[in-house]
Protein backbone atom coordinates (compact mmCIF):
# COMPACT_ATOMS: atom_id res chain seq x y z
CA UNK A 1 0.00 0.00 0.00
CA UNK A 2 1.57 3.97 -1.25
CA UNK A 3 -0.05 6.24 1.49
CA UNK A 4 -3.32 5.91 4.14
CA UNK A 5 -4.72 8.31 5.34
CA UNK A 6 -7.41 8.68 8.44
CA UNK A 7 -10.26 10.75 8.96
CA UNK A 8 -10.97 11.54 12.87
CA UNK A 9 -13.66 13.26 14.31
CA UNK A 10 -15.65 12.69 17.95
CA UNK A 11 -17.88 9.96 17.59
CA UNK A 12 -17.22 8.09 14.06
CA UNK A 13 -20.52 7.94 12.95
CA UNK A 14 -20.79 11.72 11.28
CA UNK A 15 -17.86 13.61 9.81
CA UNK A 16 -15.03 11.06 9.75
CA UNK A 17 -17.19 8.43 7.63
CA UNK A 18 -18.37 10.80 5.88
CA UNK A 19 -14.77 12.03 4.39
CA UNK A 20 -14.29 8.58 4.44
CA UNK A 21 -16.41 7.30 2.03
CA UNK A 22 -16.18 10.73 -0.28
CA UNK A 23 -12.73 10.14 -0.29
CA UNK A 24 -12.80 6.72 -0.95
CA UNK A 25 -15.15 7.18 -3.93
CA UNK A 26 -12.23 9.91 -5.47
CA UNK A 27 -9.31 7.71 -4.87
CA UNK A 28 -11.76 4.54 -6.69
CA UNK A 29 -12.99 7.12 -9.55
CA UNK A 30 -9.04 7.71 -10.53
CA UNK A 31 -8.45 4.08 -10.00
CA UNK A 32 -5.93 4.45 -7.00
CA UNK A 33 -8.07 2.28 -4.76
CA UNK A 34 -5.20 -0.10 -4.65
CA UNK A 35 -2.69 2.33 -3.70
CA UNK A 36 -4.38 4.12 -0.55
CA UNK A 37 -5.75 2.89 2.42
CA UNK A 38 -8.33 4.83 4.16
CA UNK A 39 -10.26 4.76 7.23
CA UNK A 40 -12.05 6.94 9.70
CA UNK A 41 -12.04 6.69 13.55
CA UNK A 42 -13.66 8.90 16.82
CA UNK A 43 -11.49 9.87 19.42
CA UNK A 44 -14.27 8.92 21.49
CA UNK A 45 -15.73 5.69 22.42
CA UNK A 46 -19.07 5.50 22.89
CA UNK A 47 -20.50 4.57 19.34
CA UNK A 48 -17.47 1.74 18.96
CA UNK A 49 -19.41 -1.04 16.43
CA UNK A 50 -21.91 1.58 15.73
CA UNK A 51 -23.06 2.38 11.50
CA UNK A 52 -22.98 5.76 11.06
CA UNK A 53 -26.02 8.21 12.22
CA UNK A 54 -29.00 7.39 10.39
CA UNK A 55 -29.09 10.86 9.03
CA UNK A 56 -25.28 10.85 7.97
CA UNK A 57 -26.33 7.81 6.12
CA UNK A 58 -29.35 9.13 4.14
CA UNK A 59 -27.52 12.32 3.52
CA UNK A 60 -24.59 10.32 2.08
CA UNK A 61 -26.87 7.67 0.06
CA UNK A 62 -28.46 10.77 -1.41
CA UNK A 63 -25.50 11.95 -3.30
CA UNK A 64 -24.28 8.98 -4.05
CA UNK A 65 -22.07 7.48 -1.39
CA UNK A 66 -23.36 4.66 0.65
CA UNK A 67 -22.05 3.80 4.48
CA UNK A 68 -24.50 1.54 5.79
CA UNK A 69 -21.22 -1.24 6.61
CA UNK A 70 -19.09 1.13 8.06
CA UNK A 71 -18.66 0.62 11.94
CA UNK A 72 -17.13 3.19 14.40
CA UNK A 73 -14.12 2.62 15.83
CA UNK A 74 -12.00 4.53 18.45
CA UNK A 75 -8.51 6.02 16.96
CA UNK A 76 -5.65 4.08 19.20
CA UNK A 77 -2.53 4.72 19.33
CA UNK A 78 -1.26 2.12 16.89
CA UNK A 79 -3.05 3.94 14.15
CA UNK A 80 0.18 6.38 13.95
CA UNK A 81 2.19 3.70 13.05
CA UNK A 82 -0.68 2.61 10.49
CA UNK A 83 -1.47 5.91 8.82
CA UNK A 84 1.05 8.48 7.10
CA UNK A 85 -2.17 11.16 7.25
CA UNK A 86 -4.03 11.55 10.70
CA UNK A 87 -7.28 14.16 9.42
CA UNK A 88 -8.90 15.55 12.57
CA UNK A 89 -12.38 17.55 11.11
CA UNK A 90 -11.77 19.94 14.33
CA UNK A 91 -9.66 21.39 16.90
CA UNK A 92 -10.85 19.41 20.30
CA UNK A 93 -10.24 16.56 17.84
CA UNK A 94 -6.77 17.54 16.94
CA UNK A 95 -5.58 17.99 20.20
CA UNK A 96 -6.70 15.16 21.23
CA UNK A 97 -4.66 13.09 18.55
CA UNK A 98 -2.16 15.33 19.64
CA UNK A 99 -1.98 14.24 23.01
CA UNK A 100 -1.80 10.80 22.58
CA UNK A 101 0.54 10.82 19.15
CA UNK A 102 3.46 8.67 19.80
CA UNK A 103 7.13 10.73 19.73
CA UNK A 104 8.26 8.64 16.69
CA UNK A 105 5.45 9.40 14.75
CA UNK A 106 6.99 10.46 10.88
CA UNK A 107 3.71 11.33 9.66
CA UNK A 108 1.11 14.32 8.95
CA UNK A 109 -1.38 14.97 12.32
CA UNK A 110 -3.39 18.15 10.51
CA UNK A 111 -7.19 19.41 10.18
CA UNK A 112 -8.55 18.11 7.63
CA UNK A 113 -9.85 21.94 6.41
CA UNK A 114 -6.09 23.19 6.89
CA UNK A 115 -5.63 21.26 3.06
CA UNK A 116 -9.50 22.25 1.35
CA UNK A 117 -8.38 25.47 -0.68
CA UNK A 118 -10.91 28.47 -1.18
CA UNK A 119 -12.20 28.57 1.93
CA UNK A 120 -11.33 30.24 5.61
CA UNK A 121 -13.41 27.60 7.24
CA UNK A 122 -10.61 25.17 9.66
CA UNK A 123 -13.80 23.20 11.23
CA UNK A 124 -16.14 21.02 10.08
CA UNK A 125 -18.93 21.33 12.29
CA UNK A 126 -20.42 18.45 14.11
CA UNK A 127 -24.28 17.87 12.97
CA UNK A 128 -24.86 15.01 15.38
CA UNK A 129 -26.74 17.66 17.76
CA UNK A 130 -28.93 19.32 14.93
CA UNK A 131 -30.42 18.01 11.69
CA UNK A 132 -27.24 19.36 9.43
CA UNK A 133 -26.61 16.30 8.25
CA UNK A 134 -26.91 17.02 4.46
CA UNK A 135 -24.96 20.23 4.71
CA UNK A 136 -22.39 18.84 6.61
CA UNK A 137 -22.48 15.82 3.68
CA UNK A 138 -21.93 18.48 0.97
CA UNK A 139 -19.20 20.36 3.27
CA UNK A 140 -17.11 17.04 3.71
CA UNK A 141 -17.68 16.70 -0.12
CA UNK A 142 -16.59 20.19 -1.36
CA UNK A 143 -13.26 20.02 0.97
CA UNK A 144 -12.64 16.45 -0.34
CA UNK A 145 -12.21 17.68 -3.68
CA UNK A 146 -10.87 21.18 -2.64
CA UNK A 147 -7.91 19.03 -0.73
CA UNK A 148 -7.57 16.18 -3.59
CA UNK A 149 -7.35 19.53 -6.31
CA UNK A 150 -5.02 21.73 -4.16
CA UNK A 151 -2.59 18.49 -3.96
CA UNK A 152 -3.17 16.72 -6.86
CA UNK A 153 -3.36 13.91 -5.30
CA UNK A 154 -5.13 11.75 -8.15
CA UNK A 155 -3.29 13.46 -10.91
CA UNK A 156 -0.16 12.29 -10.21
CA UNK A 157 1.74 9.29 -9.29
CA UNK A 158 0.46 8.23 -5.36
CA UNK A 159 4.21 8.52 -4.01
CA UNK A 160 3.98 12.12 -4.30
CA UNK A 161 1.41 12.52 -1.95
CA UNK A 162 2.14 15.91 0.25
CA UNK A 163 -0.97 16.86 1.15
CA UNK A 164 -4.34 15.45 1.59
Known amino acids: MGVSVLFVCLGNICRSPTAEVV ?10 EDRIRIDSVGTGDWHIGKAPDPRTQEAA ?11 ARQVSPADF ?5 VLAMDDANLADLKAMR ?7 LARFLDYAQH ?6 P ?9 DE ?22 HHFTSC
Not at 81 to 85: E, G, K, R, S
Not at 119 to 124: F, I, L, N, P
Not at 126 to 134: E, K
Open 61 to 71: LRRGYPMADLR
Open 81 to 85: ADFDW
Open 23 to 32: FRERVKAAGL
Open 119 to 124: TSVREV
Open 137 to 158: EARVERAVRRCIHKSRLLSRPY
Open 126 to 134: CPFYTSDAA
Open 102 to 108: PASYQGT
